[in-house]
């Protein structure tokens, strides 16, 4: 498999484009999001960067699978420089997919997030949304309702919970950054086919969010049929869906019937 990496942001070829996509320039990467192939620009979560183990066996079972992949990485993550902020998050994605859908023509851009990723994903769809221009796509892996919540049941962050005034400390310092990611309450105001994913043993977000977001989003959109959740058995935790056997036909399935 293929890519060209270029400040925050690397494009990795279907790996049927592999061969011809070998000491190709930028120009090249980009005239490649119009051959018809579908395109998931996708947003990481909140550790490390996007060069990260895991995240690359996504990125090659996506390429495998046809797509075009745009990882990003962050202001403040990785290569990228700046203070990583909620709405800068946010305006990173819209920047990305607005780039991507200016060169695609009528191939189609799935937004996917990953965990935190997930927060600004719907964050940059709802913005997408009152834009008038909704993603072609969501799909939101391993998704928390909204990061006070998520933060609060964070493994780490537990043993503090009983802690005389932390949980005050700690709200008041999400609040002061202005984090928020309400997931929750963004997927109330979308209309883009949304595919929900979750391994029933994820420890870090637990499915019990995946669900209440599902329930949240099928209950909002008018169009059921384009709210999905798909939820995969023990063994992949919060990391490693990619691993799983049926999570490219999964994500293939849904897209083809929803761009139809």
Same mark, same amino acid.
């Given at each position: 498999?293929?890519?060209? =990496? &270029? ?8 790996? /049927?484009? @592999? ?7 930028? /120009? ?6 119009? &051959?018809?192939?579908?395109?998931? =620009?996708?947003?990481? !979560? ?6 990260? $183990?895991?995240? #690359?066996?996504?990125?090659?079972? #996506? $390429? &495998?699978? !046809?797509?075009? =992949?745009? $990882? ?9 420089? @700046? ?5 800068? #998050? ?26 935190? @990723?997930?927060?600004?994903?719907? *964050? ?41 005034? %932390?949980?005050?400390? %700690?709200?008041?310092?999400?609040? +002061? ?5 309400? *997931?929750?309450?963004?997927? +109330? ?34 169009? +059921? ?16 869906? /990619? ?9 293939? &399935? ?5 761009? $139809?």
């Amino acid at each position: 498999w293929w890519d060209m =990496v &270029d400040r925050n942001l690397r494009h990795t070829v279907p790996s /049927c484009r @592999g061969e011809d996509a070998k000491g190709k320039d930028r /120009c090249w990467y980009e005239a490649a999001l119009r &051959d018809g192939n579908p395109i998931i =620009v996708y947003l990481h !979560g909140s550790a490390e960067h996007r060069a990260a $183990s895991h995240r #690359l066996k996504l990125v090659k079972v #996506l $390429s &495998d699978g !046809g797509f075009h =992949v745009l $990882s990003v990485d962050y202001r403040g993550f990785g290569d990228s420089t @700046g203070k990583p902020t909620e709405e800068g #998050l946010t305006t990173d994605a819209i920047r990305v997919y607005e780039w991507t859908k200016a060169r695609s023509g009528i191939t189609p851009v799935c937004l996917w997030g990953h965990s935190l @990723g997930t927060g600004v994903a719907t *964050n940059a769809a709802k913005v997408l949304e009152e834009k008038g221009c909704p993603a072609d796509a969501i799909v939101l892996e391993a998704p928390f309702t909204n990061m006070w919540v998520a933060s609060i049941n964070y493994p780490l962050l537990k043993i503090y919970r009983n802690v005389p005034g %932390f949980l005050r400390t %700690f709200m008041d310092a999400l609040r +002061k950054d202005k984090i928020v990611f309400p *997931n929750d309450e963004n997927v +109330k105001f979308l209309s883009s086919p949304l595919l929900i994913l979750h391994g029933e043993d994820d420890r870090t977000v637990p499915l019990e969010y995946g669900k209440k977001l599902y329930e949240i989003a099928h209950n909002a959109y008018r169009n +059921k049929e384009r709210v999905k959740m798909v939820i995969f058995p023990p063994g992949f935790q919060h990391n490693l869906l /990619c691993k799983s056997p049926t999570l490219l036909l999964t994500v293939r &399935d849904f897209l083809s019937k929803q761009w $139809s």
